[in-house]
């Protein structure tokens, strides 16, 4: 048996401690002229140890031994056995040992260990270290037992003492006498006391007893020892620490480490904030790969962080208090504290995960499972930095992985990140690496969901962190500027900018780094450009100006941007060097007080020089002084100037405005212009004495003109150029400084509202067909121009809130919607025209190209809108005739019902040449609606005290609201530009919509939902009066054509604004479940008061009852569509939107059913109509229960219906359903019927009989289905069909083969019948495939035969997938091979040339002997014939075929 190691009898600091005694007296000895007394002691115990070679001394000395304590033990050993009075001396000896450590300096000898006798001539066989002579004498077994119970005994004497002489603990030098025996005589009696011992001793000696349980008991103890500790772990929490130390030593088993774990776990939210480290050690290294996720789980539930540190407000008072005490030292705080077992709590379960995978799988499965926002902890993003901070990679992806889809789903929320960076600073410093790695994995991906969490980790971590981390931050965010990729670049910019606003003196030490994206300008858009410039502006011209190292490179890059030909840089220097006007000229606050009233005045002086050079760069060309006033004009609405810097800007604008653009109208108008000058669309009839006008079309003659003279290369005399397109910006530059100026109060510009314009009789669209190309093409500008005034009119006062005011703006509105009309004729007829540009910081403003003029049928805008008398004094002041022109204006209906509709180009691709409609101007839909029923019998309002809303108008708005809100409330991923490919920016036309937030952009909208609502029900209310009017028909007598196209719209676009605000992807995130309550409240509280007190799910329940009620009156298949999207929406924001499943799927069913019939009496038809119904179709399928029951019955029951109905009908049971819609319902269907194969649960071995059975059932449904929808190819044979066949054909034979085939070799034997039914229902639908397959070869078609070869592949794996799963059941003898003929879809054989060669060959009739593969079944059954159960193989022209036959039983 080999000796255990022996080790020191005492511990490290007893050991040296003794050491350094024993080196003193022996260096003390040459020198001590007098010998240390010897103890004179003659009794039995004294004379054997004298007898054996030890001397006992009395005093601080040590006792002396002569020869090795092997050799003492030996000696005691034999002279106690070879003793007359065996074995009674050894109780005389024991009993002398007792007396003689009865004093306790002796008793201290004893347990210190013995020094070597140095002056006998042998002491150089004595080792220099001996055990002391207790430690020495248990090692005699014969006495070991009574030396242990008088050593036990002697132990409570010394309990309550503290350290003796030195610092000695002599209960624990007692107990280190124990440690490491070669052999303990009786184990369980040592066990036993010490134990006991446990129960009654002080908690240092407990601890002490405890940990060296281990190293005295030997392995036949531990169990039980284990047992005992851990029912004291449960009652005592003071030493949890020594108990886990000793379990984690002791040799258990693993059901005992379970279930001391579980005891661990269940305490430890009682364990002490110091002692977690060690439990949490514990609880993870006992752990083994099969009860890991349970354990850390467990683990996870139980360890509250969040209570383990002060909150900050508490943090900062004690740490106040604690600095006014006098006196009081710079120890570190409780929170320093409790940080650091924090951490050493995250270094446990860093090397837990380090090293056992196991455990690292466990914590991202314990986090994957949490499915609630509130059940998410600290703990969780603590351990997923871990994760991400180990060097394996798959640790390392699966913390992205886990944090990505708990981004997605909203289950991690910047509230736990916030908190993380709060309390626990010092920890997560730490982990900075990942931190700063996962942040930009996040703000680079393509998911705007997770986008800004990674902006919040960069964040907070340039708030929290040191200078380093600050520094590696800001290279990290510039570094994302500098990538290109659009969504990247706008999360960085705003970021730094939200920095430089929070923390502007930390991020101006890092100002040089930001400096450097001006390198990298080329790839930013305008916007990003603003953001750019008004970031290094206030760093390096703010008002503290922390980072003016940096001013003059700043001015070096504007002055050579503007000082550049090239337009594009020309715009970046206009857009800079506006941008530091705006952070030298804001305004010095100083609480509401302005300080020393103004500006530096060197500052100014800057400022004017640069206001200065800015102007004279841009005027040279109209494009770049446009720029600069919509520059301007956007600085002096977002930012708060300086009054003095505002009155520098502002003061010569009016003035300016008047000399550049207003003339005075005269008798005549004089000049040589292209066309005859009219005033048209004057407001102000009454007050025509010295009433002013816009020179517009004297000014575009002249440009035009001017435009001619530079082609022909003629020298210009210097002067200033006055351009019409300056003309709207202009004007927005002045409203704005007019507002500033006055609070709001437009009074000084307000005859712009109503003025006329010097225009040409619109009459003249009429007759372009005689007009030159330069005719029609100055005449669509001067519309474009016109509109674009009048769109910049609405912009100004669509606020004010004079009655006399809000009608000219909605009298502005009709003219806009009229003028639309005209110039979408007037571009039919101007082929390869370029409209002059209106958004001026777009990507090119030059070489754009030409419209496409394709043309539209726009019968909708013809004679746009209902002319009605504007309320107030004179009703008569406001109509819009001035001219004999313009009467002719309300006569348009009238005419063109008259004459033939010229048709019109869509004027959607012109977006980008019309000025920029502010949000503002969607109050005007807060406007009642205009409907016939408030018109009399003239046409004329009989409601004169309210302002009413067109048809054409409201449409006009809606239209606007659309496109804003799908620009701004649908997150685009970030994408990398093609390379080499211009980039077709998006934003054109939304620049002051980009300097919104999202939210705000949904916040206006919430706004406006009562007026949406109203409207809504007031469409609603229409088309009910309609159909009552008619009876139930939709193109009746009563029914106004022009009135019901424009309703219908308006319907249609009510629903799709309304579905895109509630699919703004901001309302899953926590800030905003506010706004979103809000907003289904506006909803709910149309059908019940008191909608404030409810829930979101009953918010969402009577928002869902009350949409559903729109459902009867929807006038359109595309108003439809829109409906069941928006409820689709809506059902979704509350927690079980299953629950309006059933609903949502009826309303789609109805609108299916429904015959869709046009105002003119026509159905609905054309490529719109049948994108509606695919979507339509699929929500239908999508929100259905049993969507396999769903197919069956239209397949099944409608498309026969089709099939029996004559060429113009449609289905009976499905009026959608005709043979124009057919391949729409067709494509559906297939593709359905896959997804629903896809989620047919696979099986398990764990299913029972019942399981199985409901899933062969619901596959029996499926391939039921699948058949019928391939046997409809020989009805349909278009190519298209044939298309949408073999595609999904293919994917549903895969799904079969991977979900179906497993089920099937379980169920065989089970439902051997229902197996082979399956089977033989399949093979009809594979065989019509192969025939597919043929005709497609046939007729070389190679969008048809691309799919032929895995089609082939995947039949081939269906052939030898159920040859294997009859072996599998032992029916390989039912499996035979025979040959199947190439068929068309007629059924008809196709011959190959061998065949064509030899008709009489019999070749086909039989199968050839190497494939035939034909047995006997067991039971003597005969085979199927061919043609009830073949399967092929491959797609030659003599196909080998598998067939199953019937009766086969497994042997």
């Given at each position: 048996m080999m000796r255990r190691k022996r080790q020191p009898a005492s511990d490290k600091g007893e050991g040296a401690a003794s050491n350094s005694k024993r080196k003193r007296s022996r260096s003390a000895a040459p020198e001590s002229q007098q010998p240390v007394p010897e103890e004179t002691h003659k009794s039995v115990f004294g004379l054997f140890l004298q007898e054996a070679g030890v001397t006992l001394k009395v005093g601080a000395t040590s006792n002396e031994i002569a020869v090795n304590q092997v050799v003492f033990q030996k000696r005691i050993q034999q002279q106690l056995q070879r003793s007359p009075r065996y074995p009674g001396i050894v109780q005389e000896f024991i009993t002398g040992l007792e007396s003689y450590i009865e004093d306790p300096e002796k008793f201290k000898n004893c347990l210190l260990p013995c020094v070597p006798r140095l002056s006998d001539g042998d002491s150089g066989c004595v080792n220099s270290f001996q055990e002391s002579l207790l430690r020495m004498l248990l090692g005699v077994e014969m006495l070991q037992t009574f030396i242990i119970n008088a050593l036990l005994e002697k132990l409570p004497e010394f309990m309550l003492e503290g350290g003796g002489d030195g610092g000695l603990s002599i209960p624990r030098l007692i107990i280190n006498q124990l440690k490491w025996l070669d052999r303990v005589v009786d184990g369980k009696e040592l066990a036993a006391k010490l134990m006991e011992l446990v129960s009654v001793a002080p908690v240092e000696t407990q601890c002490d007893i405890i940990t060296s349980l281990a190293e005295i008991l030997e392995d036949s103890q531990h169990s039980d020892v284990a047992r005992e500790l851990n029912a004291l772990l449960q009652v005592n929490t003071q030493l949890t620490v020594p108990i886990l130390d000793a379990l984690s030593s002791l040799n258990l088993s693993s059901s005992l480490l379970t279930e001391v774990r579980e005891a661990v776990t269940t305490t430890l939210v009682a364990v002490q904030l110091e002692d977690l480290p060690v439990v949490v050690k514990f609880i993870l290294h006992s752990v083994s790969a099969a009860d890991a996720f349970e354990v850390v789980a467990g683990l996870r539930r139980k360890l509250e962080l969040e209570q383990c540190v002060l909150p900050s407000v508490l943090q900062a008072s004690q740490s106040r208090l604690k600095n006014k005490r006098p006196g009081s030292s710079s120890s570190t705080p409780a929170a320093g504290g409790s940080q650091d077992s924090i951490v050493l709590i995250l270094d446990g379960i860093k090397s837990a995960v380090r090293f056992q995978r196991a455990i690292s799988e466990a914590w991202l499965k314990a986090i994957e499972s949490v499915d609630e926002a509130e059940n998410h902890k600290v703990i969780d993003l603590l351990v997923l930095f871990i994760l991400h901070s180990t060097n394996a990679n798959q640790s390392r992806r699966g913390a992205e992985r886990v944090l990505r889809a708990k981004l997605r789903t909203g289950l991690i929320q910047e509230t736990l990140l916030q908190k993380t960076f709060r309390d626990y600073a010092q920890v997560m410093r730490g982990y900075?690496?990942?931190?700063?790695?996962?942040?930009?994995?996040?703000?680079?991906?393509?998911?705007?969901?997770?986008?800004?969490?990674?902006?919040?980790?960069?964040?907070?971590?340039?708030?929290?962190?040191?200078?380093?981390?600050?520094?590696?931050?800001?290279?990290?965010?510039?570094?994302?500027?500098?990538?290109?990729?659009?969504?990247?670049?706008?999360?960085?910019?705003?970021?730094?900018?939200?920095?430089?606003?929070?923390?502007?003196?930390?991020?101006?030490?890092?100002?040089?780094?930001?400096k450097g994206i001006l390198d990298y300008m080329e790839n930013l858009t305008a916007q990003q450009i603003r953001r750019l410039f008004h970031l290094l502006s206030v760093l390096a011209f703010g008002q503290q100006q922390k980072g003016s190292h940096i001013q003059d490179?700043?001015?070096?890059?504007?002055?050579?941007?503007?000082?550049?030909?090239?337009?594009?840089?020309?715009?970046?220097?206009?857009?800079?060097?506006?941008?530091?006007?705006?952070?030298?000229?804001?305004?010095?606050?100083?609480?509401?007080?302005?300080?020393?009233?103004s500006l530096p005045q060197e500052t100014f002086r800057q400022l004017t020089a640069l206001l200065e050079l800015v102007k004279s760069s841009s005027e040279s060309t109209p494009e770049a002084a446009a720029l600069y006033y919509d520059e301007l004009a956007n600085l002096i609405m977002s930012a708060t100037l300086d009054p003095q810097v505002l009155e520098t800007i502002a003061g010569s604008v009016l003035d300016d405005f008047q000399i550049d653009f207003v003339v005075d109208l005269g008798p005549e108008i004089s000049g040589s212009l292209p066309f005859p000058a009219s005033v048209m669309y004057d407001l102000d009839e009454e007050e025509s004495q010295g009433s002013i006008a816009i020179n517009l079309l004297p000014l575009l003659a002249k440009d035009v003109q001017h435009k001619e003279q530079q082609s022909s290369g003629r020298r210009q005399t210097p002067h200033k150029r006055v351009s019409p397109l300056c003309l709207a910006p202009f004007f927005r530059l002045l409203r704005l400084c007019e507002e500033k100026r006055h609070n709001g109060d437009l009074e000084e510009i307000d005859a712009l509202l109503g003025c006329p314009l010097i225009l040409t009789n619109m009459d003249a669209v009429e007759k372009m067909e005689s007009m030159?190309?330069?005719?029609?093409?100055?005449?669509?500008?001067?519309?474009?121009?016109?509109?674009?005034?009048?769109?910049?009119?609405?912009?100004?006062?669509?606020?004010?809130?004079?009655?006399?005011?809000?009608?000219?703006?909605?009298?502005?509105?009709?003219?806009?919607?009229?003028?639309?009309?005209?110039?979408?004729?007037?571009?039919?007829?101007?082929?390869?025209?370029?409209?002059?540009?209106?958004?001026?910081?777009?990507?090119?403003?030059?070489?754009?190209?030409?419209?496409?003029?394709?043309?539209?049928?726009?019968?909708?805008?013809?004679?746009?809108?209902?002319?009605?008398?504007?309320?107030?004094?004179?009703?008569?002041?406001?109509?819009?005739?001035?001219?004999?022109?313009?009467?002719?204006?309300?006569?348009?209906?009238?005419?063109?019902?008259?004459?033939?509709?010229?048709?019109?180009?869509?004027?959607?691709?012109?977006?980008?040449?019309?000025?920029?409609?502010?949000?503002?101007?969607?109050?005007?839909?807060?406007?009642?609606?205009?409907?016939?029923?408030?018109?009399?019998?003239?046409l004329h309002t009989e409601v004169r005290d309210e302002v009413l809303l067109g048809p054409s108008e409201m449409v006009?708005?809606?239209?606007?609201?659309?496109?804003?809100?799908?620009?701004?409330?649908?997150?685009?991923?970030?994408?990398?530009?093609?390379?080499?490919?211009?980039?077709?920016?998006?934003?054109?036309?939304?620049?002051?919509?980009?300097?919104?937030?999202?939210?705000?952009?949904?916040?206006?909208?919430?706004?406006?939902?009562?007026?949406?609502?109203?409207?809504?029900?007031?469409?609603?209310?229409?088309?009910?009066?309609?159909?009552?009017?008619?009876?139930?028909?939709?193109?009746?007598?009563?029914?106004?054509?022009?009135?019901?196209?424009?309703?219908?719209?308006?319907?249609?676009?009510?629903?799709?604004?309304?579905?895109?605000?509630?699919?703004?992807?901001?309302?899953?995130?926590?800030?905003?479940?506010?706004?979103?309550?809000?907003?289904?409240?506006?909803?709910?509280?149309?059908?019940?008061?008191?909608?404030?007190?409810?829930?979101?799910?009953?918010?969402?329940?009577?928002?869902?009852e009350y949409l559903v009620n729109f459902s009867s009156t929807a006038p359109s298949l595309g108003s439809a569509l829109s409906l069941s999207q928006l409820l689709s929406t809506v059902s979704e924001k509350g927690g079980n939107p299953a629950a309006y499943r059933e609903q949502s799927a009826s309303v789609a069913k109805r609108f299916l059913c429904q015959v869709?019939?046009?105002?003119?009496?026509?159905?609905?038809?054309?490529?719109?109509?049948?994108?509606?119904?695919?979507?339509?179709?699929?929500?239908?399928?999508?929100?259905?229960?049993?969507?396999?029951?769903?197919?069956?019955?239209?397949?099944?029951?409608?498309?026969?219906?089709?099939?029996?109905?004559?060429?113009?009908?449609?289905?009976?049971?499905?009026?959608?359903?005709?043979?124009?819609?057919?391949?729409?319902?067709?494509?559906?269907?297939?593709?359905?019927?896959?997804?629903?194969?896809?989620?047919?649960?696979?099986?398990?071995?764990?299913?029972?009989?019942?399981?199985?059975?409901?899933?062969?059932?619901?596959?029996?449904?499926?391939?039921?289905?699948?058949?019928?929808?391939?046997?409809?190819?020989?009805?349909?044979?278009?190519?298209?069909?044939?298309?949408?066949?073999?595609?999904?054909?293919?994917?549903?034979?895969?799904?079969?083969?991977?979900?179906?085939?497993?089920?099937?070799?379980?169920?065989?034997?089970?439902?051997?019948?229902?197996?082979q039914s399956l089977l033989k229902t399949f093979q009809l639908s594979t065989r019509q495939l192969h025939h597919m397959c043929g005709h497609s070869k046939t007729r070389q078609d190679t969008s048809l035969t691309n799919h032929v070869p895995a089609i082939k592949k995947s039949l081939e794996l269906f052939v030898y997938r159920v040859k294997a799963m009859l072996t599998l059941n032992n029916c390989q003898e039912a499996f035979w091979i025979g040959n199947l003929k190439n068929r068309n879809l007629k059924g008809e054989e196709i011959l190959s040339q061998r065949s064509q060669e030899s008709e009489d060959d019999e070749e086909e009739e039989e199968p050839e002997p190497h494939s035939l593969l034909q047995q006997e079944s067991s039971e003597d059954e005969a085979p199927e014939s061919d043609s009830e159960a073949s399967k092929r193989v491959n797609g030659g022209d003599d196909v080998d075929q598998a067939a199953l036959t019937d009766g086969s039983d497994s042997t």
């Open positions: 900075f690496p990942s931190v700063l790695a996962l942040a930009q994995t996040l703000l680079r991906s393509p998911d705007p969901r997770v986008v800004p969490f990674g902006g919040h980790m960069y964040q907070h971590a340039f708030t929290a962190f040191d200078s380093y981390c600050q520094q590696e931050v800001v290279g990290s965010l510039v570094t994302h500027v500098c990538s290109g990729l659009g969504g990247e670049v706008d999360a960085a910019l705003e970021l730094l900018c939200g920095l430089v606003t929070e923390k502007p003196s930390e991020l101006a030490s890092y100002a040089v780094f930001v490179d700043m001015h070096i890059v504007i002055r050579k941007q503007l000082s550049s030909t090239i337009p594009k840089y020309k715009r970046i220097g206009i857009i800079g060097a506006v941008m530091i006007i705006g952070s030298m000229g804001a305004s010095r606050l100083k609480g509401k007080e302005l300080q020393n009233g030159s190309k330069a005719e029609r093409e100055f005449l669509c500008t001067l519309l474009f121009l016109t509109i674009n005034w009048f769109r910049e009119v609405i912009n100004s006062f669509c606020t004010q809130k004079d009655v006399e005011m809000k009608m000219k703006v909605m009298t502005r509105l009709q003219n806009i919607t009229y003028l639309q009309t005209l110039l979408e004729r007037a571009l039919a007829g101007t082929p390869g025209y370029v409209p002059p540009v209106a958004n001026f910081d777009g990507e090119r403003t030059d070489g754009i190209s030409p419209l496409s003029t394709s043309p539209v049928n726009k019968e909708k805008k013809v004679g746009a809108g209902k002319k009605r008398k504007a309320p107030g004094k004179n009703s008569e002041s406001c109509s819009l005739e001035t001219t004999e022109a313009e009467k002719s204006q309300q006569e348009q209906p009238e005419k063109e019902k008259e004459k033939p509709i010229r048709q019109g180009v869509s004027l959607v691709s012109c977006r980008a040449f019309f000025r920029e409609l502010d949000i503002e101007v969607l109050s005007v839909l807060q406007c009642g609606l205009l409907s016939r029923s408030l018109l009399d019998s003239e006009f708005l809606l239209e606007d609201m659309l496109q804003k809100l799908e620009f701004s409330l649908t997150a685009a991923p970030a994408k990398r530009a093609p390379f080499l490919k211009g980039r077709t920016s998006k934003s054109v036309g939304f620049s002051h919509l980009q300097q919104r937030s999202s939210k705000d952009i949904a916040s206006c909208c919430i706004q406006l939902l009562p007026a949406l609502c109203s409207h809504l029900e007031n469409c609603h209310n229409h088309f009910q009066a309609l159909l009552s009017e008619n009876n139930g028909i939709v193109d009746g007598p009563a029914t106004d054509v022009q009135e019901h196209h424009l309703m219908s719209s308006a319907y249609q676009l009510l629903l799709r604004v309304l579905n895109r605000t509630f699919s703004w992807s901001g309302f899953s995130q926590p800030g905003q479940r506010g706004l979103l309550k809000k907003a289904l409240g506006v909803l709910a509280g149309r059908l019940k008061e008191g909608g404030a007190e409810l829930n979101l799910e009953q918010l969402v329940k009577h928002s869902f869709w019939v046009t105002a003119a009496g026509e159905k609905e038809r054309g490529n719109k109509f049948n994108e509606a119904l695919h979507s339509l179709l699929r929500i239908y399928l999508e929100h259905v229960d049993d969507i396999l029951k769903a197919v069956e019955e239209i397949a099944g029951e409608g498309i026969p219906e089709l099939v029996s109905a004559s060429k113009e009908e449609s289905s009976s049971s499905w009026p959608t359903l005709s043979r124009q819609t057919f391949l729409v319902f067709y494509k559906v269907l297939m593709g359905e019927l896959e997804k629903a194969a896809r989620k047919i649960p696979a099986y398990k071995i764990s299913d029972n009989n019942e399981a199985q059975s409901e899933k062969l059932l619901t596959w029996n449904l499926a391939v039921r289905d699948f058949l019928i929808l391939v046997n409809l190819v020989k009805l349909f044979d278009s190519r298209a069909v044939l298309n949408v066949c073999l595609k999904n054909g293919r994917l549903f034979l895969e799904s079969f083969l991977k979900l179906g085939m497993p089920l099937l070799d379980n169920s065989f034997k089970r439902h051997k019948e229902d197996v």
